[in-house]
């Protein structure tokens, strides 16, 4: 449901102009790689987590 949302609001956003498509970000980390690619040794996950203090 959300992503049906968030596909509206993308498409009436864009066709008023109100998106400023040079700072936008493509990020395709959720995409499986292709049969037969090498898998690198240390993969980096990206979560949400709590920063540490720097104080």
């Known amino acids: 449901m959300f992503d ?3 596909q509206v ?3 009436e956003l864009n066709a008023a102009g109100r998106i400023d ?3 936008a970000v493509a ?3 959720h995409l499986r ?3 037969g690619a ?3 040794a240390h993969r ?3 979560e949400a987590g709590q920063a540490r ?3």
């Open 38 to 40: 090498r898998v690198s």
């Open 21 to 23: 498509w040079t700072r």
């Open 44 to 46: 980096r996950w990206i």
């Open 27 to 29: 990020d395709g980390g």
């Open 53 to 55: 203090s720097i104080t």
């Open 4 to 6: 049906q949302l968030h």
């Open 9 to 11: 609001l993308l498409g």
């Open 33 to 35: 790689a292709k049969k």
